[in-house]
Every structure is written in structure tokens, then in C-alpha cells.
């Protein structure tokens, strides 16, 4: 079955240490991928997208995340958290022969001041 | 407004009652989709509209849920006989779906329905 993984249903970093969320997908071919971000009481968000052109995806406020085929992971990394990166992060997969996109479970990212 | 949008943002019914709530998406976008969020969960999809047909409606829990897309532009998710398990936030978004992938998929700020 076609599914999406979020390791982490909530993540705690210290503000200006590094961000970790992972994610894995199942597929036997390559998805789209996308991270989008929800803050309290807003619409959903897109940061970055996997377009097969590059491994590495640039986002926006600095988040990035690396596809890897051979682990079927989608992380998203940032250098520096922000207070204001306090949300709920989802890392989601368009099978297209589905065309419909499945949502993770979401991680909750917190920022200790 | 250059986003989707969706109204009303909230609304609280009585359980039995029907309920109709309605997106707007962007403007030139084919490609309409539902999708269902209870609380600590991430979105689930209910139907995607390529025009004015649902083309995938695989996601509708059961036939109290309906959705249509008359002109290909607005839609209405209906939902008969409400019950509390219907309390949720419901999120429409819509794409281009020209065809190129990845196709994004951008989202409304969603309505939350609360079923008492």
C-alpha cells in the first residue's frame, strides 16, 4: 500500500540549533514530495517540492529538504530554528496514478527559547 | 484574493442537521480537492474534481457526503444527517493539473464544522 512516514510526532529544538524531520515514503517508483507547514490557526502551507531535478530542495525560511531514492527518505532540514518555525510540518506524497496526495501523520516542531 | 478560500470559516450545527460548505478556488485552476483534518491528524482526502466531474470520490466516508462542481469553478461539500463524527476542520485546495509534474496543490484556510 502506498503510504507516507513521519518518524517524529513531535520534535523539541533549542532556537539557532539545527532541525531535523525525517520522513519515508513506500513507493516502487518515484512520487512527487512536498513539505508543507500549518501554523495555529492557518491554511496549509507549501515549503519545498521534489521536482526530479535536483536531490537537494531549497524551501523557503531556509528550510531544505534531500531526496534519497535508495532510502526512500524526504527529510527536512534547517541550519538555524527560528521561534517563528513553531508549527506543524506534514510531508506529503503525490502518487500520481492515484491523483490524490497522502498527508503523514504531521510532526509537531517545537522552539526553546 | 489571489488564494482559495472557503466559507464559512467556522460552523457549529446540531447533530441530524445538513450542512453545505463551500469553496472558491484559484482562479484557472482545473483541478479541486476536499480533504478532511480531525484534530492531531494530518489532512485525508475525500474527492478530487477535474473540472465539473468528480473524478476520484473514493475518500467520501459514506452517502451523507456529497460534492459538486457545477461550473468547474466554486464547490459545495454537502453533508447530510450530520453526526459528531463529522467534527473536523475541512480543507478544499485546488492546482493547475496542467500536466506537468509535481503538480501543487495550494489550500484554502478551511472550515471548521463542529457537530454538537
Known amino acids: 500500500a502506498q503510504s507516507v512516514t513521519q518518524l517524529d510526532s513531535h520534535v523539541s529544538v533549542s532556537e539557532g540549533t539545527p532541525v531535523l524531520l525525517r520522513c519515508n515514503y513506500s513507493?516502487?517508483?518515484?512520487?512527487?514530495l512536498f513539505w508543507y507547514v500549518q501554523h495555529p490557526n492557518k491554511g496549509l502551507q507549501l515549503l519545498l517540492k521534489?521536482?526530479?531535478?535536483?536531490?537537494l530542495v531549497k524551501g523557503i525560511n531556509g528550510f531544505e529538504a534531500e531526496f534519497k531514492k535508495s532510502e526512500t527518505s524526504f527529510h527536512l532540514t534547517k541550519p538555524s530554528a527560528h521561534m517563528s518555525d513553531a508549527a506543524e510540518y506534514f510531508c506529503v506524497v503525490d502518487y500520481s496514478s492515484a491523483s490524490k496526495i497522502i498527508f503523514g501523520s504531521g510532526t509537531r516542531l517545537s522552539i526553546r527559547p | 484574493g489571489a488564494g482559495v478560500s472557503q466559507t464559512p470559516s467556522n460552523k457549529v450545527t446540531e447533530k441530524g442537521k445538513y450542512v453545505e460548505l463551500r469553496c472558491d478556488p484559484i482562479s484557472g485552476h482545473t483541478a479541486l480537492y476536499w480533504y478532511r483534518q480531525s484534530l492531531g491528524q494530518g489532512p485525508e482526502f475525500l474527492i478530487y474534481f477535474q473540472g465539473t466531474g468528480a473524478a476520484d470520490d473514493s475518500g467520501l466516508p459514506n452517502d451523507r457526503f456529497f460534492a459538486v462542481r457545477p461550473e468547474g469553478s466554486v464547490s459545495t461539500l454537502k453533508i447530510q444527517r450530520t453526526e459528531r463524527g463529522d467534527s473536523a476542520v475541512y480543507l478544499c485546495?485546488?492546482?493547475?493539473?496542467?500536466?506537468?509534474?509535481?503538480?501543487?496543490?495550494?489550500f484554502g484556510p478551511g472550515t471548521r464544522l463542529t457537530v454538537l
Open positions: 485546495a485546488s492546482s493547475l493539473a496542467s500536466g506537468a509534474l509535481p503538480d501543487t496543490q495550494y
Open positions: 513507493s516502487s517508483y518515484s512520487p512527487s
Open positions: 521534489y521536482t526530479s531535478a535536483a536531490t
